[in-house]
């Protein structure tokens, strides 16, 4: 059974940075490209970054682009998103997510089979 679990959320000020962590268990990593995805209270779950299994790919949404930066460990087992210069509007709960390694990234959080349970981070103006 594959398990994704998120850490590194919590409560920071404008221009804070913060360091999310997902470790991922029960099947190799390096099968699984990875993605973030995040929800703000009473919105639709959007992409924010994904990377490729050999961590040579990445992606990002335009609203972090430039402040966030997606990294892996695979022999960790865990993929990280660095998110410099928070604004409020990066408020949300923040979800990892798993879809077995293809030749592309997504931004599609359809295409991923495996999330975590996400973790909240909230920017205080």
């Known amino acids: 059974q594959v398990q994704l679990v998120e850490s590194g959320g919590g409560l920071v000020q404008t221009g804070d940075s913060l360091r999310l962590s997902c470790t991922v268990s029960?099947?190799?990593?390096?099968?699984?490209?990875m993605g973030w995805f995040r929800q703000a209270s009473g919105k639709e779950r959007e992409f924010v970054a994904a990377i490729r299994w050999s961590a040579g790919d990445t992606g990002y949404a335009d609203s972090v682009k430039g402040r966030f930066t997606i990294s892996r460990d695979n022999a960790k087992n865990t993929v990280y998103l660095q998110m410099n210069s928070l604004k409020p509007d990066d408020t949300a709960v923040y979800y990892c997510a798993a879809r077995f390694r293809s030749g592309r990234l997504s931004y599609n959080a359809n295409d991923y089979a495996y999330w975590g349970r996400g973790t909240q981070v909230t920017v205080s103006s």
């Open positions: 029960g099947r190799p990593f390096e099968i699984f490209d």
